[in-house]
T-cell receptor
Framework: AQSVAQPEDQVKVAEGNPLTVKCTYS??????LFWYVQYPNRGLQFLLK??????LVKGSYGFEAEFNKSQTSFHLKKPSALVSDSALYFC?????????????FGTGTSLTVIP | KAGVTQTPRYLIKTRGQQVTLSCSPI?????VSWYQQTPGQGLQFLFE???????NKGNFPGRFSGRQFSNSRSEMNVSTLELGDSALYLC?????????????FGPGTRLTVL
């Protein structure tokens, strides 16, 4: 079963406009959710995570994410997009497997911010 | 504090050869995980090491193996390379690999198999 899904392969937004990158999850028990960003030919950079507490999580570079338990979603948001935000974004969840726990990553969403 | 480092950054091999990739975690981190990233399959978990022991394993053939040393540095080995092994191999470290732990990634090793 897919633990985390990113329904949009690509998102395009104009510079200065708000952006949203969508993520939904499906896990048993409490979800531990993460967002990462990947620039070309680079590794993944951590943006933010939800463990418990406030549903609105603030992270690096002005990004935030809203945890919605009823909709099983953890969408990444930013009030005003920058051209430099153009990158590949991954949602991830830690889940128990038969040998311990591991990260499951979504398929990624390519964000393009148009000047 | 220095980040996760991986060597080499780029590697070209031919089918049938073997390769060893190296990862040095962030100081104080004891958990090291390896991932394979390809355009078609995305990010796939290979295995995790903690305190020199493989604690977790993904669904990859036995040609993929790894180990961890007492200083938490880790190596990943792929034997009898196939064309489909061409990928970006990412290493990530975290303090303990616990549920709430954040993984920090290295820049990756780009492996091309000819």
């Amino acid at each position: 079963a897919q633990s985390v899904a990113q329904p949009e392969d690509q998102v395009k937004v104009a510079e200065g406009n708000p952006l949203t990158v969508k993520c939904t999850y499906s896990v048993s028990g409490n979800p531990y959710l993460f967002w990462y960003v990947q620039y070309p030919n680079r590794g993944l950079q951590f943006l933010l995570k939800y463990i418990t507490g406030d549903n609105l999580v603030k992270g690096s570079y002005g990004f935030e994410a809203e945890f919605n338990k009823s909709q099983t979603s953890f969408h990444l948001k930013k009030p005003s997009a920058l051209v430099s935000d153009s990158a590949l974004y991954f949602c991830a969840v830690r889940e128990i497997n038969n040998t311990g726990n591991q990260f499951y990553f979504g398929t990624g969403t390519s964000l393009t911010v148009i000047p | 504090k220095a980040g996760v480092t991986q060597t080499p950054r780029y590697l070209i091999k031919t089918r049938g050869q073997q390769v060893t990739l190296s990862c040095s975690p962030i100081s104080g981190h004891r958990s090291v995980s390896w991932y394979q990233q390809t355009p078609g399959q995305g990010l796939q978990f290979l295995f995790e090491y903690f305190s020199e022991t493989q604690r977790n394993k993904g669904n990859f053939p036995g040609r993929f193996s790894g180990r961890q040393f007492s200083n938490s540095r880790s190596e990943m080995n792929v034997s009898t390379l196939e064309l489909g092994d061409s990928a970006l191999y990412l290493c990530a470290s975290s303090r303990t690999g616990g549920f709430t732990d954040t993984q920090y990634f290295g820049p990756g090793t780009r492996l091309t198999v000819l």
